[in-house]
């Protein structure tokens, strides 16, 4: 099982941008599918975007709508780590960001990002946020 740890979160303007890393120690991490999820206090951890390996080079990405054509998921699997570019950022984004891994579900594009309940790794998140 991997161990997951976030950063790169802070305090931006509406408009700005920040990059999000998640480092994993571990092992096969190519193998697992990985994902931001984000959350505010009182509401239940949401689903921002998903990424996982395709054949030797390649992936497969799913994107929540709040966040299509602004933010953008990408994977470095030679250093077993997820980031997270997230562009225009608007005060509705800040949140909580976490980084989670699973072995255990294969990612659908044509799909939404897989919910929480499909993790079974998570790291301890790191704070975004975005003042107007």
């Known amino acids: 099982q991997l161990h997951l740890t976030e950063s790169g979160g802070g305090s931006v303007q509406a408009g700005g941008s920040l990059r999000l890393t998640c480092v994993a120690t571990?092992?096969?991490?190519?193998?697992?599918?990985m994902a931001w999820f984000r959350q505010t206090s009182g509401k239940e951890r949401e689903e921002v975007a998903a990424?996982?390996?395709?054949?030797?080079?390649?992936?497969?990405?799913s994107y929540a709508t709040s966040v299509k054509g602004r933010f953008s998921i990408s994977r470095d699997n030679a250093n077993q780590t997820l980031y997270l570019q997230m562009n225009n950022l608007k005060p509705e984004d800040t949140a909580m960001y976490y980084c989670?891994?699973?072995?255990?579900?294969?990612?659908?594009?044509?799909?939404?990002?897989?919910?929480?309940?499909?993790?079974?790794?998570w790291g301890r998140g790191t704070q975004v946020t975005v003042s107007s």
């Open positions: 989670a891994a699973t072995d255990l579900y294969v990612l659908d594009p044509k799909n939404p990002p897989p919910p929480a309940w499909r993790y079974n790794t």
């Open positions: 571990g092992d096969a991490y190519r193998l697992y599918l």
């Open positions: 990424i996982q390996s395709e054949g030797a080079t390649g992936y497969i990405t």
